[in-house]
């Protein structure tokens, strides 16, 4: 793991996310690519069903380039001094001999539509979850489906702070499907390194033809020694089940397969992707 995209917008939480961001970093010796991508006023002018006048038309795209500036110095200041306080080397190509490094990356259009293409060249991404409350979560869900890419999703928290620690305590939500298995694939730079693994999985898997044993077995063959544990849910209060069994292990990762469907029909219709978006208070590991 060398390098790890974080969107970074005008938000709370900026400086959680980068101490997350960072603190994996200096976990491999990677480098931080800081994305903040500025909405284009003409964009979401021309998406509005309103007709304006030329000359108001101007003012409004005038207002929105204006605040698009404010919107990226800020966060741009927010990386600047982050990395000034804590002795991080900004470097835009390689090589760095040692220890992590940063840089900052600008662009105007949808953050959904240009972490889709980054996130391809990436080896993690990072980003804190939606709001409970929000609509569809555009760039997670471009993150998750469109770069084939690890995502490290973030709890919020109160104090907008980061966690603890992410991925000293492991869990594994196991199902034997290709998506599980590409997570745990994913994650196989924290399963090496973490002091405790633990591979979860339902008490009656009837379609499951790879057993939580079979996994144990994989993990061994990289030296990674992985306890089990199965549990009782029904179909409706899987995911709830499973954060109960990644709280009751004090678990500060949670690995998990991504899904076949959109996350947004997901998320309309309920089902695991929507408690764990909405409930999860441990990050979350997922690849699709």
């Known amino acids: 793991m060398k390098m790890i995209l974080v969107p970074l917008a005008e938000d709370a939480g900026g400086e959680?996310?980068?101490d997350t961001a960072f603190a994996v970093a200096r976990r491999f010796n990677a480098h931080v690519d800081v994305l903040h991508v500025r909405p284009d006023p003409a964009e979401a002018l021309h998406a509005t069903s309103m007709a304006f006048p030329g000359a108001l038309r101007d003012q409004v795209l005038e207002v929105?380039?204006?605040?698009?500036?404010e919107s990226a110095t800020q966060v741009r200041t927010l990386f600047q001094d982050y990395c000034a306080e804590n002795g991080i080397t900004v470097l835009e190509r390689p090589p760095f001999a040692d220890g992590v490094s940063a840089a900052w990356h600008e662009e105007t259009?949808?953050?959904?539509?240009v972490v889709a293409l980054r996130g391809r060249l990436t080896d993690l991404i990072v980003v804190r979850r939606p709001l409970q409350a929000s609509p569809a979560p555009d760039t997670l869900e471009a993150a998750l489906m469109e770069t084939g890419k690890p995502v490290l999703i973030l709890p919020?928290?109160?104090?907008?702070?980061?966690?603890?620690?992410?991925?000293?305590?492991?869990?594994?939500?196991?199902?034997g499907s290709t998506a599980a298995a590409k997570a745990v694939a994913a994650a196989r730079?924290?399963?090496?390194?973490?002091?405790?693994?633990?591979?979860?999985?339902?008490?009656?898997?009837?379609?499951?033809?790879?057993?939580l044993a079979d996994l144990v077995g994989h993990l061994a063959w990289h030296g990674v020694e992985a306890d089990t544990?199965?549990?009782?849910?029904?179909?409706?209060?899987?995911?709830?089940?499973?954060?109960?069994?990644?709280?009751?292990l004090e678990a500060d990762l949670l690995v998990l397969g991504g899904y076949g469907t959109s996350m947004t029909r997901e998320l309309i219709l309920g089902g695991v992707t929507r408690h764990m978006l909405t409930h999860a208070e441990i990050p979350l590991l997922m690849v699709h």
Do not use: C, M, Y
């Not at 919020?156 to 492991?170: H, I, M, T, Y």
């Open 16 to 18: 959680g996310l980068l």
């Open 64 to 69: 929105g380039r204006r605040q698009a500036e």
């Open 109 to 113: 259009g949808k953050e959904s539509l």
């Open 156 to 175: 919020l928290k109160d104090d907008d702070g980061a966690p603890e620690s992410v991925g000293r305590r492991v869990a594994i939500g196991w199902n």
């Open 189 to 211: 730079h924290f399963l090496i390194t973490a002091d405790k693994v633990t591979a979860l999985s339902l008490q009656e898997e009837k379609d499951q033809q790879l057993s």
């Open 229 to 248: 544990r199965r549990f009782e849910a029904r179909s409706s209060h899987i995911g709830e089940a499973l954060l109960a069994e990644a709280r009751a």
